[in-house]
C-alpha cells in the first residue's frame, strides 16, 4: 500500500481531468436545471443578490449529479490517453497490473462517493429548502405573468381569478372570473370580464385591474342568516378600474410550506418522517375500517326465532325480496330504488374519497424511501462509473474529447433512463420502492465488473471480427469461399493423385448418404442428452481441404474456378448444438432454447445433404478438368519425343 510515483503520476492527471469536466458537467446540469425555471426568473426584476442566491443554491443542489458523470469522464480520458501514448503498456511491461495502476484513483473514487453522499445528507437538503423558498417567492412577485390558462389561480390573497385565454404579447387577458373575498364567502365581490390587464403600482404594492364589457355582483351586507334577504349590488359596466392589495415586490416566504418537501429532509428524519407517516396511515386505516363495521358494511345479528316469527306473520318460505318489491306501488317502487341508488353512490363516494387519502399517505411514504435511497444510490453511482470510464479507456485507447465523450454520453443516458423509469414507477405504486430505485444499479453493476475483467485481462471487448464471429456461428451463417491465383508458386500440385482422392472422396459421400438419412428430423433425447460426433463427416471435410489447398497452388483458371465451388463444410453443428454435454443438456432443458437449437441443427443437416450433392458435383468437373490436362500434358511429351 506504499505511495508510489506511478500512483501519484496517475492521480495527477486524474484530478486535473476531474476538476475541468466537473465544471463542464456542472454547467451543462445547470443550464438544463434554469431552462425549467426560465419563467420565473426572466422579467421580475430581481436583484444580483437574489440571483446569485438562486444560482448558489441551485448549484449546490446538482453537484451529486455531476460528480458520478465527471468521474465516468474524467477516468475515461485518464486511461484513453495512457493507451493512446503507449504509457499503458509500458505499466504492464513492467510487470504491474491493471487493478494497481488503478488503486490510487479507487481511492480517490471512494473519497469522492463518501463526500457525495454527505453532500446529500447535509448539504443538498438545505440548498433545496432554499431554493424552494426563493422560487415560491419569485413566482409571487409578478402574478400577471404567472397567471394559467383554464384554472383558478389563488397566489393572490383573498382573491381567486380565472383566465380563460391569455396574450403574452400585448398583456390581455381574455374571459375573466374574479372572486373576492372580504371577511367569509357570504361577503364576496364576483366579477365577470370579457376582457382586461393587469399591471402593478410603481410601489408594487396594489395590483391594477383594467376590465373592459363586464359585471360585478357584490353582497351588500353579510352575516345576515336568511339567505334570500341579503341585498345586492349588480353593476354592468364597459370599462372599469379595480384595484387589489398585493405586495409584489420580493419578500421571501416562510419554511412553513417547504419543509414536507422529502427532498429537503436529511436521512435520520427521512426516516423518522416514515415512522410518523406509518404511524398517521395506520391510525387512518383503522378509524376508516371501524367506521365502516358500524355504517356503511354493518350487518346486524339475526335471531332465528325472530325470522320465524316473521315468517309466521304473513311471510311465506318461498318468498324473496324480489316478492316482495313486487307489492309494492309504482311510487313506493321507484322510491325505494332512489333511496338504494342514492345509498349506493354515497357509499361509493366515501369509498372513493378514503382511498384518495390513503393513497396520498401511501405515496407520501414512497417519496420519502425513494429519496432515502436514492443518497445511497446516486454516491454509490461514482464508483460504479469510474470501474466503467477507467476500464473502457484502458481498452479503447482513445483519448481526448473525441470517443471518451461518447461513450460516456450513453453510459450516462441508460442509468438515467433507468433510474428516472425506476423512481417514477416506484413512486406511483407500480414498482416496489429497492427494485424501481436499485434498477439502474443492478443494470451497471455487472458492466462494471464485465469491463474490469475484461481490461484486466488484455480481452479485446470491441472487436467487431469475434462478435460478428459469434453472432455467424449462432446463425448458422457462413463465409464463401475464395481462393485467388498464386503470383509465386513453389510446387506445382499433384493432379493425378488429386483426382484419386477426389474419387475416393465420393464414394466416401455416397457410402454416406447410404448410411445416413440427412432428410429425416431426428430425436431430440439423442440430440441433447447423449453424447457421440459425425467422425465421418470431419474425415471427409479434412481429406477434401487437403485436396484443396494442394490444388491452389495450379495455374489454371478453370481450376481455381472450380475450387471456389467448394462449399464450407460444417463438420459438428448438425449433430448437437454444443461441443460439451452439459451444455447440450441445459440447452435441451429450457425448451424455448432447446427449440431454437433443435431447428438450428435441422437447418445444419439440411445444408449438409445440400453441400454434399455439391461437393460430389464439383469433384465430377474437378476430375474431368484434371483428365483433361493431363491428356494434354500426355499429348505434349510425346510430340516433343517424336520430333527429337
Known amino acids: 500500500m506504499r505511495i508510489k510515483k506511478l500512483d501519484i503520476y496517475i492521480a495527477k492527471q486524474f484530478l486535473l481531468l476531474f476538476a475541468g469536466t466537473f465544471f463542464i458537467c456542472q454547467f451543462v446540469l445547470m443550464m438544463q436545471f434554469l431552462w425549467r425555471y426560465v419563467d420565473e426568473v426572466i422579467g421580475k426584476g430581481l436583484s444580483l443578490s437574489v440571483l446569485g442566491q438562486f444560482f448558489w443554491y441551485m448549484g449546490l443542489g446538482l453537484v451529486p449529479q455531476a460528480l458520478p458523470l465527471a468521474i465516468l469522464l474524467s477516468s475515461l480520458i485518464t486511461f484513453g490517453n495512457l493507451g493512446e501514448n503507449s504509457e499503458l503498456t509500458a505499466i504492464k511491461a513492467a510487470g504491474i497490473s491493471l487493478m494497481q495502476a488503478f488503486r490510487s484513483l479507487i481511492v480517490i473514487s471512494c473519497i469522492i462517493t463518501i463526500g457525495s ?19 415560491i417567492s419569485m413566482k409571487q412577485t409578478n402574478p400577471e405573468l404567472e397567471i394559467p390558462e383554464g384554472v383558478f389561480y389563488d397566489g393572490i390573497p383573498n382573491t381567486n381569478i380565472y383566465v380563460q385565454r391569455k396574450d403574452l404579447n400585448s398583456g390581455m387577458l381574455y374571459g375573466l372570473m374574479i372572486y373576492r373575498m372580504n371577511n367569509s364567502y357570504d361577503d364576496a365581490t364576483v366579477v365577470l370580464a370579457d376582457s382586461g390587464q393587469m399591471l402593478v403600482t410603481a410601489e408594487k404594492k396594489h395590483l391594477w385591474l383594467h376590465l373592459y364589457s363586464g359585471e360585478l355582483f357584490e353582497n351588500l351586507k353579510s352575516g345576515m342568516t336568511a339567505a334570500a334577504m341579503i341585498p345586492y349590488q349588480r353593476e354592468t359596466f364597459a370599462r372599469k378600474d379595480l384595484l387589489i392589495d398585493f405586495d409584489s415586490d420580493f419578500n421571501l416566504v416562510e419554511m412553513g410550506g417547504v419543509s414536507a418537501d422529502p427532498r429537503s429532509k436529511g436521512l435520520s428524519q427521512i426516516m423518522h418522517d416514515i415512522d410518523s407517516i406509518r404511524y398517521q396511515s395506520d391510525s387512518i386505516g383503522h378509524a376508516f375500517f371501524n367506521l365502516a363495521k358500524r355504517t ?8 332465528k326465532n325472530d325470522s320465524l316469527k316473521a315468517v309466521k306473520q304473513g311471510l311465506s318460505g318461498k318468498e324473496t325480496y324480489d316478492t316482495l318489491f313486487n307489492r309494492l306501488s309504482v311510487n313506493e317502487k321507484r322510491q325505494a330504488v332512489q333511496r338504494a341508488v342514492n345509498q349506493a353512490q354515497s357509499a361509493t363516494m366515501d369509498v372513493e374519497m378514503k382511498a384518495d387519502i390513503t393513497n396520498s399517505v401511501d405515496r407520501m411514504i414512497r417519496r420519502h ?8 444510490t446516486l454516491a454509490l453511482s461514482c464508483l460504479i462509473f469510474f470501474f466503467i470510464g477507467a476500464p473502457l479507456g484502458a481498452i479503447i485507447r482513445k483519448g481526448g474529447l473525441g470517443v471518451p465523450v461518447i461513450v460516456s454520453v450513453l453510459v450516462f443516458i441508460v442509468f438515467y433512463i433507468l433510474d428516472n423509469t425506476g423512481s417514477k414507477m416506484a413512486r406511483d405504486g407500480h414498482w416496489n420502492v429497492y427494485f424501481g430505485k436499485l434498477l439502474g444499479t443492478f443494470v451497471l453493476t455487472p458492466v462494471a465488473v464485465f469491463f474490469t475483467y475484461k481490461a484486466n485481462n488484455d480481452s479485446t471487448v470491441f472487436n467487431i471480427d469475434a462478435y460478428r464471429e459469434v453472432f455467424r456461428k449462432m446463425l448458422g451463417l457462413r463465409i464463401k469461399r475464395h481462393i485467388a491465383s498464386k503470383e509465386v508458386i513453389i510446387n506445382d500440385p499433384q493432379y493425378e493423385q488429386d483426382a484419386q482422392r477426389l474419387a475416393t472422396v465420393n464414394t466416401d459421400i455416397a457410402a454416406y448418404d447410404h448410411e445416413h438419412n440427412l432428410l429425416k428430423l431426428p430425436s431430440p433425447i439423442k440430440v441433447f442428452f447423449r453424447e457421440g460426433d459425425d467422425q465421418r463427416i470431419r474425415e471427409i471435410s479434412e481429406e477434401l481441404e487437403t485436396v484443396i489447398e494442394d490444388l491452389s497452388n495450379t495455374r489454371d483458371k478453370a481450376v481455381l474456378t472450380y475450387l471456389n465451388r467448394y462449399p464450407v463444410v460444417a463438420t459438428h453443428a448438425h449433430t448437437r448444438p454444443f461441443r460439451r454435454k452439459w451444455l447440450n443438456i441445459i440447452t435441451g432443458l429450457i425448451v424455448p432454447l432447446g427449440i431454437f437449437f433443435y431447428f438450428r441443427m435441422i437447418r445444419f443437416r439440411f445444408r449438409l445433404f445440400r453441400d454434399l450433392k455439391q461437393i460430389e458435383k464439383t469433384n465430377n468437373q474437378m476430375i474431368a478438368r484434371i483428365d483433361e490436362m493431363t491428356g494434354k500434358t500426355a499429348e505434349t511429351t510425346t510430340t516433343t519425343e517424336e520430333t527429337e
Do not use: C, G, H, W
Open 296 to 303: 356503511t358494511y354493518y350487518i346486524p345479528n339475526i335471531d
Open 117 to 135: 453522499f454527505y453532500l446529500q445528507n447535509v448539504v443538498t437538503p438545505a440548498a433545496n429548502r432554499s431554493m424552494s423558498m426563493l422560487l
Open 369 to 376: 424511501q425513494i429519496e432515502a435511497m436514492n443518497k445511497f
